[in-house]
Each structure stands twice: as structure tokens, then as C-alpha cells.
């Protein structure tokens, strides 16, 4: 049983529309001043501590935006901020100071090579840039390949928490830079009531714009209006009863859209956005506990790792009160073993790409009734979330029949603006399919429509749809028996070795990670899927891993064990 409704809300949801993320920040600030926004290496930082701290950033950037140059003028430089910064105190006061100083923000992470930042700066065009320590620590390797690049254009580096040194200056004299010890000189022009002016965007205003890997091998950043993230939350705020009490987990990275949830699904009603350190993020179970997280949200990937080691067990999160997974297909045994963990917790499936604004359909797991609606034993999508709209086409964009299988095409408030600077693939991807008058977008994601049955299914992307040996095979359902039969969450099954004409594959390979006490016998393990699929759907081996993969967003990375194969 939920206690999700048990406890009042101190304001209307719907108030959340029309207003702009810094808005929705400051107006927790007011009301919420003692209580703790952040919890970051073991310290609380309460609202007002951390309101101070944005508007002292906000200021500065407000300040040294007049000495950019012409070019800087409005309507020729895009109104966006750069945060080169990881879960960090000025990575998030970085991202706060950006949209009170009336910008988008830009996330970008530290760990990436330089060249991909090099790229993702020039590409945004964002001119100023706040920087943590590793941030600092990359600057010279950026500005060197930005030269290489022959981006000319001046920018403007903050470092409100640490020193920019002197060499690093000198190095790079076309630019500006502004640290610890020179940001309150920097802000004194700027009064602080200029900060409550320039929060309050117009809701058609870009809120982020992230850049996510592009087919052509070049980032496509997709622009994430005020107004969509307004919406969604918003929806969250109401559904979930998200109020001033609660502690949110903060796992994801912020160039991963998941963690707007974190942020502003937090910042948004006055609750705490709990950061565990690295090795606290890759097993958060004792974190859960010491830090009374109400509000857990993760990929599949990273919450098998908890069930792998046996951390996962009956009533050990009693405190948490709702639990929600995005990202990738819910395993039917991950929900049900979190369930049984967080008694009290609502768990749901949630589901959307960052072109419709984080997460769009939802559905609500309940032991009595979803392992019956689960295909391939993953959990459903279920329904839109309000006012967004639900097409599932076939490859002529026809609508299907309730209980028919194609594409999924939304549209709604949540549906993005578009990619940057991109218009051929934003006209792609946003289109107004035959009989509509609205733009739906297309996701790629193949999945059932829903019947009076049974909710929304995913069934993969439409490119894991392969060729083996002449015959069309989804992976998923390959994934799928390989999961049920070895007894495990997770498993990959990828089509190799490549046809020599470059039309499908010969045969499927397999990847598991079973427990590291388990005893898993792979020749039995094949025996048992060749009496369940055809054989041209067995995969040819089996090949066991100590732990899959993640990238940076948590997921298994798909990528690096195609990488393993063609090595």
C-alpha cells in the first residue's frame, strides 16, 4: 500500500506551469529557506546557502555578458550557458546560476575527451562557461582543440569554487576568467533583484539543450523548451504527491536527461537531491538507508547490480516511497524484487526519449496483476502521461489495430523543439503524419498498442529488429529467453558475425553476467532455448562477464561488447 497521498502538498502542481526552472527554484528558496536542497560529500546545503550562491553566479554572468562583444548582442548569440562540471556543488549551482541569469544551460561532463567538449562548445555557440575543479583541470586541452578547430570566438570561464591559474591565462589570452576569489567583485554591478527579472524566460525559451549521440557520428543536441519540462513536471509533481519532505536520489549524470527529474522534481517543492560519491552510486543500498531517500529513480542496469549481489532483499527500504525506472526495458523480476524491497513505495515503469522531454507514459506495477501483462517479460510502458497524444504506425505510418505492433509516434506539451541547428533532422524526426494536423515525433521504439487486454508494451528499437540468416529476429524476444531461462535480469543477444554483403547476420552472440557464486551451465543454458526458438534464433555461444558495461547514463553499453566482437 502507497502512502503517496497521505500528506498534503503546500501549493497547486499546476502552478508549476508558465513558470521557468530558475523560477521554480527560487520559489522553494522563499518558501523553504532552512530546509536542505542539497546533500553533497556527506554536508547539507540548505536553500538559502545555495540561493545565495546562484545569485552571486548569476549576477557575475549577468555582469561580463555586456563584454562579449558585438556578437553577443541578443538575437545573434544564442541565449545558452555551458556547464563543464560533474555532480559537483558549482556543477549544480552552475546549472541554477545559467537559468536565473535568463540562459539555457548546456551540460557537459569532464570525463569526456576534449575534442567531444571542444565540439559541444563550438556547436552550441554558448560563449560563457562554468567550470568545477576537473572542469578546470580539462580547460587547457578544450581552448587548445578549440583553436585546432579555428573557433575564434571569445568566452568567458567561471570557476565560483576554485582558482584558474595564472599559466592557463596566459595561454590563452583571447579569453576571460573569473574564480573564486574575483566572482563577488565580478557580480557587485548586478543588484540581486535583477536576478528575480531575468528567471522569469519565456516559456518558448530553450530550458537545455543536450547533446546525445548522433547516427552520423556527430552529437545532435536536442532543445528542451521551458514550457515542455514545465509540463512534465508539473505531471510528476501531481502523480507522485513530490513534496518538501522528500530525499531524491541523484544518480544520473546531467548530461543524461533523467536527472532533470532529480533536480527539479526536488527543487521544485523544497526536497533534498541526495548525491552519493561514486562508489555509493554503483551500490547505493546503504545510502538509501543513511541518507532516508524517499524517492529512488535509476536505469534497469544500475538496480540489477543490487539484486546481482543479493542486496536486494525483502523490506530492507522501508522509508522509500516511490521508486521509478527509465532508460531501458524494466525485467518483470527487477520490478517485483524492488516492490518486495520498498513495501510502501509505488513502483513504476516510466518511459520517453529526450525529444519528449524525459518521460511521457507510465505504468504502475502490481503484483497481482502485471506479471500477466509483461512481453518478453519486460514490464509495459502503459499510458501518456495527460495531453500527450499515442500513434502506433506500421511502415507506411498506418495506424494499427488495438493490440497491433509498429512505431511509436507522440506528440503533446512534453514534444521537444527540435535538434540545434539541424532542420533536415529535425524535419525528419518531427513530422505531421497523414491525417494529423499536429507534429507527432518519431521514436524509433517499436511496441504493442495498447488493447482493453493489455497497456502499451515496449518491444525494442525499431533497428534491433535483425536479419539472421534471411529471417527477420527481434533481439528482445532472444534477450528475453535468455533471461527467464538463465535466471537472470539482465542479458544482451547481438546479431554476429556480419553477412559479407552488409545484409544481416550469420548468427546472434550472447552476453550474461550471472552472480559471481552461480554456477551457470551454458551448454544446458543452449540446450534449453534450442527446445524454445528456432535454431537460427539459439545464439551461436554464450559468453559470460563479470558485470556488463555501463556508459556514462547508466545503461549496458551496447557498444562496447559489439567493440569485444569485431576485436
Known sequence: MSTADAHPRSFDPANTLGMSLAQLFLRSAAAHPKRPAVRLDGEQTSYAQLRERVTTLARALLARRGELGPSAVEGDNPPLTAVLAARSAPCFSGILAALASGHGYVPMLPSFPPARVALMLARSQARAVVL???????????????????????????APDHTIPAQLRAAHPRHSFVDASEL???????????????????????????????????????MVAQRNIARFLAVVIERYS?????????????????????????????????VPDKKQRLLPHQYILESEISVYFSVPS????LKRVRLLQPGV??????????????????AESFAAAAPEAVVENIYGPTELTLACTAYRWDSARSPAECENDLVPIGEPFPAMRVKVVDADLREVEAGGVGELLMAGPQRALGYWRDPERTAAAFFVPPGETERFYRTGDRVRKASPERPMTFLGRTDSQVKIQGYRVELGEIEAALMREAGLDAAVALAWPPNEDGTGAKAVVAFLAPPPD?????????????????AYMVPKRVELLDAFPLNSNGKIDRKALRARLDA
Request: hydrophobic share 50%; net charge negative.
Open 242 to 274: 513530490l513534496r518538501a519532505s522528500d530525499r531524491f536520489t541523484h544518480l544520473f549524470e546531467t548530461t543524461f536527461d533523467l536527472s532533470l527529474f532529480d533536480l527539479f522534481g526536488a527543487w521544485s517543492v523544497g526536497g533534498c537531491l541526495c
Open 518 to 534: 552461480a554456477a551457470l551451465d551454458t551448454n544446458a543454458l543452449l540446450d534449453r532455448l534450442d527446445a524454445l526458438l528456432p
Open 302 to 305: 544500475a538496480a540489477v547490480m
Open 317 to 334: 527500504f522501508p522509508k522509500l516511497r516511490l521508486v521509478l525506472f527509465c532508460g531501458e526495458g524494466l525485467p518483470a523480476s527487477l
Open 184 to 222: 563577488e567583485a565580478c557580480a557587485a554591478p548586478v543588484a540581486a533583484e535583477r536576478v528575480e527579472a531575468t528567471a522569469a524566460v519565456d516559456p518558448e525559451a530553450i530550458a537545455y539543450l543536450l547533446f546525445t549521440s548522433g547516427s552520423t557520428g556527430e552529437p545532435k543536441g536536442v
Open 132 to 158: 568545477d575543479a576537473d572542469g578546470v583541470a580539462l580547460l587547457d586541452a578544450v581552448l587548445t582543440e578549440l583553436d585546432a578547430r579555428g573557433d575564434a570566438l571569445p568566452r568567458q570561464f567561471f
